[in-house]
């Protein structure tokens, strides 16, 4: 097979053997020469160029310089034994430092030789010293091979203390290129993508990136398997979304009627949005398909997903089917249930709520009405996925917050049919930027709100220290005094749990007495409360009996208060910028302009200070977004974690936009075009598919 040379165990390369191999695999995960090819310099160094002594600046960089060493001498005792020797051009001189290797370096030294030493100067006192510097004799056999662009690689101290730093890295680097037998790297990509996107060879591109001679063949290197690596992600993930339309046949839901029509006609309490209008179309479209919908819906906080969700649930209705509506925690789900029964008002629709808390008799009831399908929407929590819940014919199903929901809980819910499978729908305001929507759930279909109900305020945010509480305290009074409530939200972060606890209980305490009883009353809510508890607090909170409330971030999903108008948030710097914004977006549901107040101290660092001003600048939560996948990077983004494709050596999916996108337009231009991939053209990329994704039968998909 042509690959095998890149599979040959890391052992065989000359120089490496079994004992360091071990350590490459447990180091660096290096178990062949392909991942040994792939582990790419982080940098280059110009060693071509020699500075003087009297050049030095404290700026950092590596520098290389050419003299003698005298002077060496060995200082201290024990460990704290150091080798110091002095070295000097004909523009000066500079200290050099050991701790290590003291006697080798003793005996080699020999003042009367040129030398070539390389390394980082660091500011000591009034001289710059360089520490363990690299050392070599300036002969002229090492003049002559001097390189403009020395790869550096990432090692680790125990690679280090086995001889494999960066420089003999890069040395076995160049040994598998030019002295290995049998050297070859096949192309992966088809020719005529070679072509269309001006692409260099797969061998070009490593050869270039680990011994480049000048910046061009850096950028057509890296250009190369960047495009790589995004490219096969794409192809992966419309094939599995192919696989997975192909294996579940959807029920055809072809007909409009009176569920839909009656209500859209009679009991829709406003205007749908444009952006409302734009998805429910989208989702009707894919619903009347023969194939099983599984589309994410967009929207942010606010958007009006809710009716989305049910209008289309109506179609299910209205194709003789039943559907159902899973929030990830009890009061949300309850929430669900009352406005949506609010709004179907007298239809003839039956809807009912399923969570951990109903009752054996009300449970009995539910669970027989849904088996004999009398039971048109079922709402709940994760208790809609336990085996005794079983639907006469559910056509939809709709998951809200999905990023609450492990992927398996979600196909738990429509794996257990075994015939054909509900449409699913997943709801999240989390707005995720596209480039990782495309990546992350590319085998998902995506509809997005992007446009806000008519009439609502932006949401003012504010930045105030610790230290001015009590101004924050007058503002809310004279809020409540205007009949508004407020929120205060502190962190609970489970690491922390106790501290945290303590913290909130502290700040209750602080609190109650800044507004006392009888004129004020505060709930508080946190998750180490019974439900009952909690549900009591929820409830005193929506009924306005209670003006403040004092929780965790268990009120972060989906609850509405639309009288509550201020969102203070307590320790604002330990929230992530998401998870501030879903927080705001309990505010500002009302008519009323709302307010939000993010709480710090005076100490924060750099980026949590970043993530406060973004806040307050903008409302936009697909900015916020964006924002958050450059702050941190995908590997935390939601979701990212689970759907294990992000892998990637040199793309980065915040900076690389553009190239994400081009990639998927390239992998669904072929995937269109020959769908097989059997054309003579692209079977190398089917091959380097199969053997890269073994499991999964690539060749069945034709
Ligand atoms: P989210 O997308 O965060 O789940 P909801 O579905 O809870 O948002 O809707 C937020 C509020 O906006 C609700 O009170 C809802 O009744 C209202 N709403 C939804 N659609 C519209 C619309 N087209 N015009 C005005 N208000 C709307
Ligand atoms: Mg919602």
Redesign the pocket.
């Known amino acids: 097979m042509a690959s095998s040379f890149l599979s040959t165990p890391i052992e065989f390369l000359k120089g490496v053997g079994p004992i360091r191999a071990d350590l490459l695999k447990k180091e660096l995960r290096i178990f062949t020469f392909g991942d040994f090819i792939q582990h790419y310099p982080f940098r280059y160094v110009d060693k071509s160029k020699f500075y003087k002594t009297n050049e030095i600046t404290s700026d950092g960089a590596y520098i290389q310089l050419k003299g003698h060493i005298v002077d060496v001498q060995v200082e201290g005792v024990k460990q704290k034994k150091r080798l110091r020797a002095w070295f000097k051009d004909d523009a000066g001189g500079i200290e050099l430092v050991w701790f290590q290797s003291l006697k080798w370096v003793y005996d080699t030294l020999k003042p009367d030789m040129e030398y070539i030493v390389f390394g980082k100067p660091t500011r000591y006192k009034n001289t710059f010293t360089i520490v363990h510097p690299e050392v070599d004799l300036a002969t002229d056999g090492y003049l002559n091979n001097l390189v403009k662009f020395m790869p550096v690689y990432n090692t680790t101290e125990l690679l280090k203390a086995r001889g494999l730093d960066s420089r003999s890295l890069g040395k076995a680097m160049r040994t598998l290129f030019t002295e290995q037998k049998l050297f070859s790297v096949p192309e992966n990509l088809p020719q005529p993508i070679l072509q269309k996107y001006q692409i260099i060879s797969r061998e070009q591109a490593f050869r270039r990136i680990h011994f480049p001679i000048g910046n061009e063949e850096i950028s057509a290197a890296t250009k190369r398997l960047k495009f790589e690596e995004l490219f096969l992600l794409q192809v992966r993930l419309s094939l599995l979304k192919l696989n997975r339309t192909k294996a579940n046949r959807g029920y055809v839901f072809d007909k409009v009627g009176d569920f839909f029509n009656v209500f859209f006609n009679a009991k829709l309490?406003?205007?749908?949005?444009n952006a409302?209008k734009k998805v429910v179309k989208e989702i009707r479209n894919d619903m009347r398909m023969d194939k099983q919908m599984n589309r994410l819906l967009q929207?942010?906080?606010?958007?009006?997903?809710?009716?989305?969700?049910l209008l289309c649930m109506l179609i299910a209705l209205d194709n003789g089917c039943q559907a159902a509506l899973m929030a990830p925690t009890e009061i949300l789900a309850r929430?669900h249930y009352i406005?949506l029964t609010e709004?179907l008002g007298d239809m003839p629709v039956k809807v009912m709520l399923l969570t951990g808390s109903t009752k054996q008799a009300a449970r009995k009831k539910i669970l027989a009405a849904l088996e004999e399908g009398t039971l048109n929407i079922l709402i709940g929590t994760h208790a809609l996925i336990e085996d005794e819940v079983r639907f006469k014919k559910l056509g939809l199903a709709v998951i809200?917050e999905q990023h609450r929901f492990g992927v398996e809980q979600r196909g738990k819910l429509w794996n257990k049919y075994p015939g054909t499978k509900p449409h699913v729908l997943v709801?999240t305001?989390t707005p995720i930027p596209r480039t990782l929507a495309m990546t992350v759930y590319g085998d998902l279909d995506l509809s997005i709100?992007d446009e806000m109900?008519?009439?609502?305020k932006a949401i003012a945010t504010y930045h105030r220290y610790d230290t001015t509480r009590y101004k924050v305290f007058e503002f809310m009074k004279n809020e409540i005094a205007n009949g508004r409530q407020v929120y205060i939200v502190y962190p609970l972060i489970e690491e922390s749990a106790k501290m945290d606890l303590r913290n909130l209980m502290d700040g209750y305490d602080m609190i109650e007495k800044a507004f006392p009883r009888p004129h004020y009353r505060i709930s508080i809510v946190h998750g180490k409360l019974s439900i009952k508890e909690k549900d009591l607090g929820m409830d005193l909170f929506v009924k306005n009996v209670t003006q403040i409330m004092v929780a965790t971030t268990v009120i972060e999903v989906?609850v509405?208060v639309?009288n509550a108008s201020i969102m203070i948030i307590e320790n604002a710097e330990r929230f992530g910028l998401s998870q501030l914004h879903q927080l705001r977006?309990r505010v500002g549901?009302g008519a009323e302009q709302s307010y939000c107040i993010l709480m710090t101290s005076h100490k924060l660092t750099k980026e949590g200070k970043l993530r406060i001003e973004t806040l307050c600048r903008t409302n936009d939560g697909f900015e916020i977004a964006d924002m958050d996948l450059k702050l941190r990077g995908p590997g935390d983004m939601q979701g990212t974690r689970q759907s294990g494709v992000l892998d990637l050596k040199l793309s980065d999916i915040a900076r690389d936009q553009e190239l994400v996108k081009l990639t998927r337009y390239a992998a669904q231009q072929l995937l269109t075009d020959d769908p097989g991939m059997q054309k003579p053209e692209n079977r190398p990329l089917l091959e380097y598919l199969s053997q890269f994704d073994k499991g999964t039968s690539w060749s069945k998909i034709a």
């Open positions: 309490p406003f205007a749908l949005t409302q929207g942010d906080v606010g958007s009006g997903k809710t009716l989305v969700a929430q406005s709004l809200d709801m305001a709100i109900p008519a009439g609502r989906g509405n639309p977006g549901r």
